[in-house]
């Protein structure tokens, strides 16, 4: 058997290892793994006495994706065919950046990366890259519901500014702390109590901002942004449902290409016999 014979082989059973579901888990389980060690950092009790074996796991999970990305790569025909898919891209960089950020000048940098490699989880689990594949087609759609919303922030802002500077300077005594104050309110964290109450006590008639502005900027914006989110995801799964019948047509036609080679293979050895 030739080498040209032997490569495809290899090829398909690396391409059948890195697509197995034991590889897969063993994979995403390294990577919590590696999220478990990020956090412990984070208490310098832990992390200090235990510097050295910090490193030494980081380095092995590093090592260990590298190996992992190479195999990737390896399972297809083309290197190009791996970089065509941007989550082998994002997975590509976030391990390489591991091994040019190497140093101690560094150490900062490094310790993001490790954090970033949590997100790597994403890139493993094909249900979860479907849905921020899905989230990310909605951004176009949001452009305009982020232009309505910074019109409705801006003519509030500089209305509360003009209404409560004097009676409230720590949150509308300019346009951006009234941007700020707004943005609190849009969350509906403690907007109430912290905001409103003390400006009612000054001026009663102010609850009439704060409520119409909490009427129109959280339930009627927020709702628009979950209509665009949900109908976008609802797109694009029935988008990935339409691409299945095609995927299968295609691998019925490679199907038929084959039996075909083989046919004629066959009959080309039967008349060289």
Request: proline share 3%; hydrophobic share 50%.
């Amino acid at each position: 058997m030739t080498n040209e014979q032997k490569q495809p082989n290899i090829q398909q059973k690396i391409s059948n290892l890195v697509n197995h579901k034991y590889f897969t888990g063993a994979i995403l389980t390294l990577i919590m793994i590696n999220a478990v060690i990020v956090g412990l950092e984070t208490y310098p009790s832990i992390y200090k006495s235990n510097k050295v074996l910090f490193n030494t796991i980081d380095k092995v999970l590093l090592w260990i994706f590298t190996f992992e990305i190479i195999l990737r790569i390896m399972a297809e025909k083309k290197l190009s065919h791996f970089f065509r898919s941007s989550w082998n891209w994002f997975d590509f960089i976030i391990v390489a950046a591991g091994h040019i950020f190497v140093g101690a000048h560094f150490i900062t940098v490094l310790r993001i990366l490790r954090v970033l490699r949590v997100f790597r989880a994403i890139s493993v689990v094909p249900s979860l890259r479907k849905l921020v594949d899905a989230l990310l087609l909605t951004i176009p759609a949001l452009g305009n519901i982020m232009l309505l919303m910074s019109i409705i922030f801006y003519i509030f802002a500089v209305t509360g500014t003009m209404l409560f500077a004097d009676v409230a300077p720590e949150y509308f005594g300019s346009l951006q702390l009234s941007l700020l104050t707004l943005f609190q309110v849009v969350t509906l964290e403690s907007w109430a109590s912290g905001v409103m109450w003390p400006i009612f006590n000054e001026l009663p008639w102010s609850w009439i901002y704060f409520v119409s502005f909490v009427l129109i900027g959280t339930f009627v914006i927020f709702n628009l942004f979950i209509g665009v989110i949900v109908s976008n995801v609802e797109k694009a799964d029935s988008a990935n449902t339409e691409e299945e019948p095609d995927q299968i047509a295609e691998l019925k036609n490679e199907v038929r290409e084959l039996k075909q080679l083989i046919i004629n293979l066959s009959n080309e050895k039967g008349k060289s016999q």
